[in-house]
Structures are given as structure tokens and as C-alpha cells.
């Protein structure tokens, strides 16, 4: 079966950075895309970042973009995002999230189960 | 990018009512829009995409309609595990999200 496991929780302190990964299974890697979404405490879902598991090829949101890096590892069917100058204001839940397709333009069926990064001094 | 605009942000309802969530895209979509469910503490799961197709396993009360830049949600007869926090979702040009409908008691 589809799953997608995330690094467990995480806590930095502003101005560190924090690398969350995404281990896929269960179907084949490089078929479908994989999206990452920030939820804030009682917030609601924003969308980050997607990379194409297929070429690589990236796209951010312009609020991240000088600060969100989404890197895979496809002989290990893992996915990363890197987010740099953290802030008090991105503690949140981070999810990645499987793309139906192979392409960024389809929504998201699987989801991982989250990760808390806390931003903290 | 493509702003979307939930309404309403809550919605107070009884089980059995019948529950319409609305969603207005900020440009003309292609159907590229999708509805998720979200339960507290959980991962969103997705409910309908390219705006009436139903997701795995999710039942028929659940439907969605609409095109070009408004679109609904319906709930046709709603279920105690219903309560939860739904999402609209464009991906004609990556992702945009709703702020959200929180259906409550």
C-alpha cells in the first residue's frame, strides 16, 4: 500500500535551518510528484513546494522561494525540503503530499503523516 | 496566482441537514479543483477532485459541482463523522488552498 513516512518532530532555534524527509513506498517512485504543505497552529493549509520525482524540476511558492529547497533521492524513494532563516512564525506542521499524477497540475491523494517543527529560542 | 475564497469560514449544522460549502476561484478554472476533509490531529484526506469525482471510499453524500470560478461542496445528509475542517483546492497552476470551513454543532 501507498505510504508516505516523515522525519519525526523537529525543534530549532531562529535563524537555524531544518531538513524534513519523505519516504515513499508502495507504488512506483517516479510516477507521481511530491508536494509539501505548511499548516500552522489552528491555521490553515499553505502550499510550499513541489518536485517532480520524475526530472527533478522544482517550483515554490514566491513566499518561500528564497528559503525552501526540495531535493529526492530516487534510489532511495525519499524526498526532502530544507527550509533556511527559520522564524518563530513557521512553527508549524509540515505534510508532504503524493500528486495523483506525475505532474504538478493534480491534487493530492496520500499524505504524510506530518512533522511539528518547532521554532523556539 | 490564483487566490481562492471560502465561505462560509464556520458552519453550525444538526446530523441529517443537508451542508453547502462555496469556493470562488480569483480566475476562471479548468475543473482542476479538489475538496479535502481534515479531522483534528490528522492529515487532510482528499474527498473530490476535478470538481464532482468522488475520491476512494468516500461516500455518496459527499458531491461537488460548479465551474469557470465558483464551486460547491455538498453534503447531502450530514453524518456525525462529518464534523470536521473541509478545504477547496485549485491545481490549474500548482496549488492553491481555501482558508477553510470548519462544520461544526
Known amino acids: 500500500q501507498v505510504q508516505l513516512v516523515q522525519t519525526g518532530a523537529e525543534v530549532r532555534e531562529p535563524g537555524a535551518s531544518v531538513k524534513v524527509s519523505c519516504k515513499a513506498s508502495?507504488?512506483?517512485?517516479?510516477?507521481?510528484?511530491i508536494h509539501w504543505v505548511r499548516q500552522a497552529p489552528g491555521q490553515g493549509l499553505e502550499w510550499m513546494a513541489w518536485i517532480s520525482t520524475h526530472n527533478g524540476k522544482t517550483k515554490s511558492t514566491l513566499r518561500f522561494q528564497d528559503r525552501v529547497t526540495v531535493t529526492t533521492d530516487s534510489s532511495s524513494g525519499t524526498v526532502y525540503m530544507e527550509l533556511r532563516s527559520l522564524r518563530s512564525d513557521d512553527t508549524a506542521v509540515f505534510y508532504c503530499?503524493?500528486?495523483?499524477?506525475?505532474?504538478?497540475?493534480?491534487?493530492?491523494?496520500?499524505w504524510g503523516q506530518g512533522t511539528l517543527v518547532t521554532v523556539s529560542s | 496566482d490564483i487566490q481562492m475564497t471560502q465561505s462560509p469560514s464556520i458552519l453550525s449544522a444538526s446530523v441529517g441537514d443537508r451542508v453547502t460549502i462555496t469556493c470562488r476561484a480569483s480566475q476562471r478554472l479548468t475543473s482542476w479543483l479538489a475538496w479535502y476533509q481534515q479531522k483534528p490531529g490528522k492529515a487532510p484526506k482528499l474527498l473530490i477532485y476535478q470538481t464532482s469525482s468522488l475520491g476512494s471510499g468516500v461516500p455518496s453524500r459527499f458531491s461537488g459541482s460548479g465551474s469557470g470560478t465558483e464551486f460547491t461542496l455538498t453534503i447531502s445528509s450530514l453524518q456525525p463523522d462529518d464534523f470536521a475542517t473541509y478545504y477547496c483546492q485549485q491545481y490549474d497552476d500548482y496549488w492553491t488552498f481555501g482558508q477553510g470551513t470548519r462544520v461544526e454543532i
Open positions: 503530499v503524493r500528486a495523483a499524477a506525475r505532474y504538478a497540475t493534480s491534487p493530492g491523494d496520500f
Open positions: 508502495g507504488y512506483t517512485f517516479s510516477s507521481h510528484g
